[in-house]
């Protein structure tokens, strides 16, 4: 095990009914209040006029920044920084998912920050500071609520990447199951797939003496597996939603790679193809992990095999370790099949033609991962196997 600090200041409230605390918890930051949200979908289910009423309680002026898109654009950033400044505002609140959550967070580094916001992203700069930021969460799947990072586009130049800062840790995030009660089953399959995907780069690891560690990790796939597929068949089942809220949380707060070397290419990876097809986070990490994971198991065989026995139950009895891994490998692939998740890139509409700008952008600032270190080659080779 590696030495390690675990710094996660936010404040989370979980469970029923607590978008009614919401006032208090933003009262300590101001009265001028960046509302951040999506598409719409919070006006339809009444949150919206919820959200409202809380702030409105506390005599809050509210200026509102919608149509956060799925993979969230540098210009709509640019344009809440500016409505930010222009307003004076104290507080960005962020009512949605992780992108919408991840826009907030690059507005609030961007607006005392006097060159662009995407200098964050392309290590030109450091954030130094941050406006004050809380969420309410409606989407289980990125864990954004409760960790320092963010990921945005820049859509003209076809180009996602992410920042990250202790400084942009919402203050509080308020997570209520019920509010994904009405989340569209593809939604709800990509977001089980996204904190499945985030778990697996943090356990695919060469660090030993970890056992802790996995066993947190291992339990968080057990718990996404089985309650996913029971939110799946009841999108209002209380206890599936609430567990896989928290798992989502969980699998990103910085629990998990406390003393462990962690490895992210596989996100990488997915950002280049999202960065060009603007397709779901969630769909391209289905397709991608299982082909990574073929591609490098034998990194550590050990691992993989301890992973099929564990999460998969994969029976080792007369099998070589080299059989029993790609069965925890094909129990992978075939779970997400199982819900719904694409299996291919085909199948998203995308062909070959641009593999090779894909590959290059993922190395741009040298070889990705840890548990085997990935060139150009190594890229398209896997984006190959993609297709």
């Known amino acids: 095990m590696n030495s390690f600090q675990l710094y996660n200041p936010t404040r989370l409230l979980f469970g029923k009914g607590t978008v009614s605390q919401l006032g208090e918890h933003v009262k300590p930051y101001g009265k001028r209040i960046l509302l951040v949200y999506g598409g719409g979908s919070i006006k339809r289910s009444g949150l919206y006029d919820e959200v409202i009423a809380q702030l409105n309680g ?107 800062s202790k400084l942009i840790y919402p203050k509080f995030s308020i997570l209520d199951p019920q509010l994904t009660f009405t989340v569209p089953r593809d939604q709800t399959v990509n977001g089980i797939v996204d904190m499945m995907s985030y778990v697996f780069e943090q356990y695919f690891s060469l660090t030993t003496d970890t056992p802790l560690q996995e066993r947190f990790a291992e339990s968080i796939l057990q718990t996404v597996i089985e309650n996913g597929e029971l939110a799946l068949k009841d999108g209002t089942n209380y206890a599936a939603r609430a567990n896989l809220m928290l798992c989502g949380t969980y699998a990103l707060n910085g629990t998990l790679p406390i003393g462990v070397e962690t490895d992210w290419a596989t996100h990488a990876i997915e950002h280049e193809v999202s960065a060009i097809y603007d397709i779901a986070h969630g769909a391209g990490l289905a397709i991608i992990f299982p082909n990574w994971m073929k591609y490098v198991y034998k990194e550590r065989v050990d691992r993989f095999v301890q992973y099929a026995v564990r999460v998969w139950n994969v029976d080792p009895r007369g099998k070589s370790d080299d059989e029993v891994a790609l069965a925890g490998i094909e129990a992978t692939r075939a779970y997400f099949t199982r819900i719904g998740a694409p299996a291919t890139l085909g199948q998203l509409g995308i062909g070959g033609e641009m593999l090779d700008r894909m590959a290059e952008e993922a190395v741009r600032f040298g070889p990705i991962g840890n548990f085997k270190k990935l060139e150009k080659d190594d890229v398209r080779t896997i984006l190959e196997m993609c297709l």
């Not at 956060?68 to 004076?88: F, S």
């Not at 990921?151 to 130049?157: A, G, H, L, R």
């Open 58 to 164: 506390i005599g809050a002026e509210v200026f509102e920044l919608p149509g956060v898109e799925p993979n969230p654009r540098l210009a709509t950033v640019h344009k809440g920084i500016e409505r930010c400044r222009r307003e004076k505002v104290d507080f960005i609140l962020a009512v949605g998912g992780g992108s919408v959550i991840d826009a907030a967070k690059a507005i609030a580094a961007g607006v005392p920050y006097e060159g662009d916001v995407w200098d964050f992203c392309v290590r030109k700069a450091v954030i130094q500071e941050a406006l004050p930021l809380g969420t309410v969460l409606t989407l289980a799947a990125t864990g954004s609520e409760m960790n320092g990072n963010a990921v945005i586009s820049d859509w003209e130049k076809k180009l996602k990447r992410g920042m990250g």
